[in-house]
């Protein structure tokens, strides 16, 4: 059984930041990519940061460039977001995911097999 459990996420205002952890079980992600997505009331859920296995490439939506930084922890299983400078436009559900399959695109969201439960984040202006 593969588990992915996302938390930190919070009621912050705008200008905070706030750092989510997306702990993995179930399997050894060490050799996956891992990605962050979110999805706000009424739209689509979209692209935000994405890791290679190793952690030397990074991927990063443009409107949370320079302000969001994605890192893991191979030996925790653990992915991480750190989120700095927060927008009330940055308010939504984030996920977690990770793609098995190797995909060469980790920024769709179709390349990722595994998906947490989400943790809200809110950015009161």
């Known amino acids: 059984q593969v588990t992915l459990v996302e938390s930190g996420g919070g009621l912050v205002q705008a200008g905070g930041s706030l750092t989510l952890s997306c702990a993995a079980s179930?399997?050894?992600?060490?050799?996956?990519?891992m990605g962050w997505f979110r999805q706000a009331p009424g739209k689509e859920r979209e692209f935000v940061a994405a890791i290679r296995w190793s952690g030397g490439n990074t991927y990063y939506a443009d409107s949370v460039k320079g302000r969001f930084t994605i890192s893991r922890d191979n030996a925790k299983n653990t992915v991480y977001l750190q989120m700095n400078s927060l927008k009330p436009e940055d308010t939504a559900v984030y996920y977690c995911?990770?793609?098995?399959?190797?995909?060469?695109?980790?920024?769709?969201?179709?390349?990722?097999?595994?998906w947490g439960q989400g943790t809200q984040v809110t950015v009161s202006s």
């Open positions: 179930g399997r050894t992600f060490s050799n996956f990519a």
């Open positions: 995911a990770v793609d098995t399959n190797y995909s060469y695109s980790i920024t769709w969201s179709r390349s990722y097999d595994y």
